[in-house]
């Protein structure tokens, strides 16, 4: 039996971090679980099981050289490589732990489509970033992808064969903010979670809400980032103020979600969204454009709809919302691929074999 170290790179509240997160937690009941962050952070905004020891390297003297020599020294006091696996998540964590198969099982656990989503983030200069991320797979015992389509990715950009593990988020943490009280009653609502980013598409949202407007509907966008100003901007030119509702970040996102007819995110590229997830989860159905594992997600109709151009978007999301109102149900929406124990069971069959 295993210990198992989880690598990342801060305590952000980021999908990945939370992701990481749900993991401990799953695995906390039965193994050993130490969550480590190589930098400092405001905070993971993410409930921790007891049982879960965190650790961080940021004040480790010696820069990188140092936290790599504090990590490998952890490792080996914890077994070495015939008892420990150490599960890296994002470019940093993965650099880190690319050194340390002689201390342990290593794993990365890829959390998006790498090239897509550093070119939205970084520009020209993001595709080499994603090259040198997917080539430092190579380095790894195992590596994990959320998706079947991801897996197809990594194997034809990186020569890697990655084992499929769907994206979950920790399910008792949710489980009191689902709506009990169904059929919902009132204006239909939609509920957008994610950064206000060009890669998540909110302009394109606020400009497809006629038609869920026109019945009197409302969006709430949480989130923040660099097109907020815009997105307000064109709420107040098309009258919507009364409808469109910016909340910025919400350190509890759940009632609002837990609330809405249906989820929204447009994004151009997602791994597979957390807040998707968590959506599902409630119960809430979503709207996503048709990248990506998406498909995997919503492959049963009562969990939402895909759409494919972006004037398919508003009719997408209407019809949703109001099938949603005929749903007599909150049970979750998301398929068994993506729960909670079901990830679990997976790292725990796929990193205790021999190494």
């Known amino acids: 039996m295993r210990s198992f170290f989880i690598l990342v790179p801060s305590p952000h ?88 198969r002689t201390d342990a099982v290593i794993c990365a656990s890829v959390r998006g489509n790498l090239p897509q989503n550093y070119r939205h983030d970084y520009g020209a200069p993001g595709l080499g970033l994603a090259a040198t991320h997917l080539w430092l797979l190579r380095s790894f015992d195992h590596v994990v992808a959320m998706t079947s389509a991801m897996a197809r990715q990594i194997r034809r950009v990186a020569g890697v064969r990655a084992d499929v593990i769907g994206n979950f988020v920790d399910e008792a943490s949710l489980d009191p903010f689902r709506q009990r009280s169904v059929p919902r009653e009132g204006p239909l609502r939609a509920v957008f979670v994610g950064s206000l980013s060009r890669r998540k598409q909110p302009e394109l949202l606020v400009e497809a809400l006629g038609g869920l407007i ?36 919400v350190a509890n996102p759940y009632p609002l979600v837990a609330g809405a007819d249906a989820f929204v995110l447009p994004s151009r590229s997602e791994g597979l969204s957390r807040a998707a997830l968590e959506a599902l989860y409630l ?24 759409f494919c151009s ?10 949703v919302a109001i099938a949603s109102r005929k749903r007599d149900s909150s049970c979750s929406l998301l398929p068994p691929a993506f729960r909670q124990e079901h990830a679990a069971q997976h790292y725990r069959e796929i ?5």
């Open 214 to 249: 026109e019945s009197g509907g409302h969006l709430d966008l949480v989130g923040d980032g660099p097109l907020r100003a815009s997105v307000h901007s064109l709420v107040e030119k098309r009258g919507w103020q009364r409808h469109v509702h910016l909340h910025g970040q």
């Open 283 to 306: 119960g809430v159905p979503c709207v996503l454009r048709d990248v990506d594992g998406n498909g995997e997600l919503v492959a049963n109709p009562e969990a939402g709809a895909l």
């Open 13 to 100: 509240p980021t999908g990945p971090v939370k992701g990481a997160c749900a993991l401990a937690n799953a695995l906390a009941p039965s193994r050993r679980v130490v969550l480590v962050f190589l930098k400092p952070g405001p905070g993971v905004d993410a409930a921790l099981d007891d049982r879960v020891e965190r650790v961080t390297l940021a004040e480790v003297a010696g820069g990188w050289r140092g936290r790599l020599a504090a990590y490998r020294a952890m490792l080996a006091a914890a077994g070495g490589r015939s008892r420990v696996a150490s599960i890296s998540m994002c470019f940093s964590a993965d650099t880190l732990n690319r050194f340390c």
């Open 351 to 355: 990193l205790e074999k021999a190494p």
């Open 310 to 319: 972006d004037a398919d978007l508003g009719h997408a999301l209407t019809q």
